[in-house]
């Protein structure tokens, strides 16, 4: 059973909210949202977010116990689920007060180094992404997952290094600092970096689970699960 998981369906109603992170059962999650405001999305006791909880839901009963885990922009939510699964917990940031100051398109860390590599909503805030995940390929220890999630809209990336405008690109992008918006397609650029993705969705959870837990949000529903190709 999973860390605050199960149990929960038992003891609540279909009319109710659990976070299967943390535990908490609930009325309705909080309001959450910088680029478009969403109601009863957001834990208000660890504060994940739809995708968090979806990762978690898809991948807490998949993965073991790591012996490196690099956690790339660190989400609260999370951390202390992947520290507690980890014998080395490396958080990795450019400038955030809790982790190490690390660049993920040239990371200090050994060849093969990472059974867990865990990076969600960060590509598609770096210009040079396919160097960013020929990095992550490259201290991923083989036999090692790399878990990816990034916003998907649709089946063909879209990018043009010319839009540099704040507004055109939370139009185009959905947010202002974001440097593309990632289809289906980003399969072949983590193929071309080494890596053997499969992809999970919320689609393989039960719709009761989705709709109690808020695990959907549109452009969010899915995560890559990428290991070292042969």
């Keep these: 059973?999973?860390?605050?998981?199960?149990?929960?369906?038992?003891?609540?109603?279909?009319?109710?909210?659990?976070?299967?992170?943390?535990?908490?059962?609930?009325?309705?999650?909080?309001?959450?949202?910088?680029?478009?405001?969403?109601?009863?999305?957001?834990?208000?006791?660890?504060?994940?977010?739809?995708?968090?909880?979806?990762?978690?839901?898809?991948?807490?009963?998949?993965?073991?116990?790591?012996?490196?885990?690099?956690?790339?922009?660190p989400e609260p939510a999370l951390r202390g689920w992947l520290e507690g699964i980890s014998r080395r917990y490396v958080p990795i940031d450019l400038d955030?007060?809790?982790?190490?100051?690390?660049?993920?398109?040239?990371?200090?860390?050994?060849?093969?180094?990472?059974?867990?590599?865990?990076?969600?909503?960060?590509l598609e805030h770096i210009p040079d992404d396919r160097r960013a995940i020929a990095e992550i390929a490259r201290v991923l220890a083989p036999g090692g997952v790399a878990v990816i999630q990034v916003p998907i809209g649709g089946p063909t990336t879209l990018e043009d290094p010319a839009v540099v405008d704040p507004r055109e690109r939370a139009r185009l992008y959905w947010q202002e600092d974001h440097v593309r918006?990632?289809?289906?397609?980003?399969?072949?650029?983590?193929?071309?970096?080494?890596?053997?993705?499969?992809?999970?969705?919320?689609?393989?959870?039960?719709?009761s689970m989705v709709a109690r837990e808020r695990l959907s949000m549109p452009g969010c529903d899915d995560v890559f699960v990428c290991r070292r190709a042969l």
Excluded: N
Excluded at 4 to 31: N, Q, T
Excluded at 183 to 205: M, N
């Design 1 to 73: 059973m999973t860390r605050g998981g199960d149990r929960l369906k038992a003891a609540i109603g279909a009319d109710r909210r659990a976070c299967p992170i943390c535990g908490w059962v609930g009325l309705r999650f909080s309001a959450y949202g910088r680029a478009q405001r969403r109601g009863d999305a957001r834990c208000p006791r660890c504060s994940s977010a739809e995708r968090h909880r979806l990762a978690y839901r898809l991948l807490a009963a998949r993965l073991g116990a790591q012996a490196c885990t690099l956690h790339v922009a």
């Design 96 to 122: 955030r007060p809790g982790t190490i100051a690390m660049d993920l398109t040239a990371l200090t860390l050994a060849d093969a180094s990472c059974s867990l590599v865990w990076c969600s909503h960060v």
């Design 181 to 207: 918006l990632y289809g289906l397609d980003l399969a072949e650029r983590l193929a071309a970096a080494g890596l053997a993705a499969s992809r999970l969705s919320v689609a393989d959870l039960e719709a």
